[in-house]
């Protein structure tokens, strides 16, 4: 009994030592961190725009090519006029006006675009790439005694990259873009009274402003 006893005593003046002695740390306050809420930049909006484009129309059985004469084709220069609206920064809505400015002596070309727009602007810069996705109109005719008839309508698509000059400017409205797109396949028509099948495709170069 009194070995228990005097266990007992022992337990209890360890554990009052422990406590006299110890350091009795203070319990810190938990750290409350708030989330920073980024505002999303609003990037919708109406932007215009004017371009050259270098055009190939030909025979639909033709390769292109635009560096070398070839027979069945003819190389045009054309101006192309613009307009569209952003929704944000993944899809716009865009419209285009083309008309001939510089030809062969054999024909010129006029033609409307409407298509959507998807793109992505890459976040660590203002590069831009994009696709057209739509549906116009193209009109060839010939011009000093040629005779040609074509004025069809389908399904034009292209791609597209794109650059604004907002990092060395006061703003970022103002960007230039290059790309091309496909406006007629195998588009049935009339060619020197002979049946013709005409695709014409575009390499357009211009700059955009958006407001």
């Known amino acids: 009994m009194r ?3 005097l266990s ?3 337990i209890v003046a360890m554990s009052s030592l422990g406590f006299a002695g110890g350091d ?3 319990p810190e306050e938990p750290q409350v961190i708030i989330p920073v809420v980024v505002d999303e930049v609003d990037e919708s909006g109406f932007y215009l725009g004017g371009a050259l484009a270098a055009v190939s129309t030909r025979d639909a059985t033709v390769k292109e090519d635009f560096f070398d004469i070839k027979d069945a084709q003819d190389r045009l220069g054309n101006l192309t006029l613009l307009a569209g609206y952003d929704f ?3 899809i716009a809505v865009e ?4 008309t001939s400015i510089a030809d062969e002596d054999v024909l010129e070309m006029s033609g409307w675009s409407l298509f959507v727009k998807p793109q992505y602007t890459f976040d660590s810069s203002n590069f831009k790439i994009y696709a057209l996705l739509g549906f116009g109109g193209v009109t060839l005719d010939g011009i000093d005694g040629y005779f040609v008839d074509v004025d069809d309508t389908g399904f034009q698509w292209g791609i597209g990259a794109g650059y604004s000059f907002g990092e060395y400017m006061e703003d970022n409205n103002l960007a230039v873009f290059v790309d091309y797109t496909s406006l007629a396949t195998e588009m049935e028509g009339v060619f ?3 049946a013709l099948e ?7 170069v211009g700059l955009t402003y958006k407001f």
């Open 95 to 98: 419209g285009r006006y083309t």
């Open 3 to 5: 070995r228990v006893v």
């Open 24 to 26: 009795i740390e203070t």
């Open 192 to 194: 020197t009274n002979g």
């Open 8 to 10: 007992l005593w022992t």
């Open 88 to 90: 944000n920064r993944y």
């Open 198 to 204: 005409t695709d014409v495709d575009a390499f357009t």
